[in-house]
């Protein structure tokens, strides 16, 4: 989690986090499924599966001037992630009012992120843990505006890995990152700031906490989730910008080779919305700054309601 | 973690858990770095990254009467794990006086379990986290005795994935076993107890929580840990046992085909021990019952120093 500028974090514990599920002992006085707690205390067992086993799940949600971008999406994706795990039904009612009511409770500031996990909870108890973490974004503007070097780095799985195996949890957004985190020291370790993963048969798939999009003349594409990918909430809101300014916007399964002769490409998140890739494996790659600029704006910007 | 059968679980912090690093508040009035804390109280932040990003390790002892199985051997794996997470280095000295001041605080009991958790701790605080949990290990006659249902499941990686990729930690203990659990899960679903995972390239791997043993004729054979799994504590206790029995036993890559012409095959584990299986992918293997026993009584006899 980023710098906190100074600023408290936020947390809620989402008490009753899952559909059909009895309300637990923190919620008897809180019928709304909702309590803000210290931050600063400990509220997890260290029995809790979501330590054991990473076993849960999470979305980290922007948010630009109080407003969450693409909520209904990130929730979408977390049920998605829930049932991938055999985890119960979240009830997004009430986590979206637990979003809301810990970005409301948090000081205000322009850009915050806001991390949900649902875990599988203590083993015997019957009940998921979930809560809402809401605090500062980092300061993203260097990675915005000057670009990021990237590595590409080998995923291990072929690109049709995910279909036939739905154990390996690929497309499921899970606490499980000790790859991804790992993949983030390597790259550091090789002079870059983030990775993209390529599939083990050679196609470019996602970086470890964002998606890739690249653009070719007046064609941008991402990978299809088929690749065993997470969909991109973001990539969702860029090909938006990118289809009002007239590229084309597909989704194709991209030989490594391909993506070394893209004319651009950015690794889009929720938090840091786009970064242009100013440097792939050391080769340097061209950053258009001012429609960079425009895509970050756009990304910020709360669709009208 | 199993059924407590009435007993208290014992939770010992570990305060000072690597080398080189700063004492924790926690440890300023127990300077051996061990503090037995409330089982039933939260001890974590929500930030520790080894529930937001499954970012640590673990290692799970077996306790036979009051002596933990194959300390040094769990112990070293355990700073092998580190090494390959980039974890601080572990104090290997302060842990093993914690696993035995939490065995000994906890009712004696014919076995335990011994879980050590190592995460990355806090972002921005610098230290990591540590501890050390004790219950009754679960019954396990019927598995040791009857034996256990398995299916083969493919774990989506190459056989030789893990040499020229250090950052899939294959061959680390992590907590981010998502994976591993849901493929328990499916092996549920097929109607049976556990799994065996396969490479990609059909060669047997290991078992989500368990080691391999094959036997044929007079010959046992388990997979090497080059092939991307974890080093078996209790297989290397295993060999023992089955060289004192005159069987050759070898280190070899073993395609999935010559799994299913064994003529007996076990899970070995730290607290299960040892689990003949009886069913592969729905077919009969035969359980030698008096071998599994003797085998089981040597893997819970402490050695002799």
């Known amino acids: 989690m980023g710098d906190t500028g100074g600023m408290s974090p936020v947390l809620a514990l989402v008490t009753r986090p899952a559909l059909s599920r009895p309300a637990t002992g923190h919620a008897a006085s809180h019928d709304d499924g909702v309590e803000l707690v210290d931050p600063a205390a400990a509220h997890l067992l260290v029995t809790d599966l979501g330590v054991q086993r990473g076993d849960g799940i999470f979305e980290t949600i922007g948010v630009s001037n109080g407003s969450p971008l693409s909520l209904d999406e990130h929730l979408a994706r977390f049920a998605h992630s829930a049932a991938l795990l055999d985890l119960p039904d979240p009830d997004l009612e009430v986590w979206r009012r637990a979003i809301l009511t810990a970005i409301g409770a948090h000081e205000s500031a322009q850009e915050l992120s806001a991390k949900i996990v649902l875990t599988r909870g203590v083993p015997g108890r019957g ?8 605090e500062p974004a980092g300061d993203f503007t260097a990675a915005r505006t000057d670009g990021i070097r990237v590595v590409t780095l080998d995923r291990g799985y072929r690109h049709d890995a995910a279909e036939p195996a739905p154990w390996l949890l690929l497309g499921a957004k899970t606490l ?4 991804n985190q790992a993949a983030l020291r390597e790259a550091e370790r090789r002079g870059a700031d983030d990775v993209i993963f390529v599939s083990s048969d050679g196609y470019v798939l996602e970086g470890p ?3 890739v999009i690249v653009r070719h003349g007046q064609s941008v594409s991402t990978t299809p ?3 065993g990918i997470l969909a991109g909430t973001t990539q969702a809101r860029a090909f938006d910008f990118f289809s009002s300014r007239g590229f084309a916007c ?3 399964l991209m030989p490594l ?3 070394r002769q893209a004319d651009a ?3 889009v998140s929720s938090v840091r919305q786009a970064a242009p890739v100013r440097a792939l494996d050391g080769a340097p790659l061209a950053v258009d700054t001012a429609l960079t600029a425009d895509l ?4 910020l910007t709360p669709p009208q309601r």
């Not at 009940?127 to 809401?134: D, F, L, P, Q, R």
């Not at 970050?296 to 990304?299: R, T």
């Open 257 to 259: 080779e391909r993506l």
């Open 127 to 134: 009940e998921a843990s979930g809560w809402v973490w809401v």
């Open 225 to 227: 989730t088929t690749a």
């Open 250 to 252: 597909e989704f194709a």
């Open 176 to 179: 499980s990152y000790a790859v």
């Open 296 to 299: 970050v704006a756009a990304l």
């Open 209 to 211: 906490t964002s998606t």
């Open 265 to 267: 490409a950015w690794l």
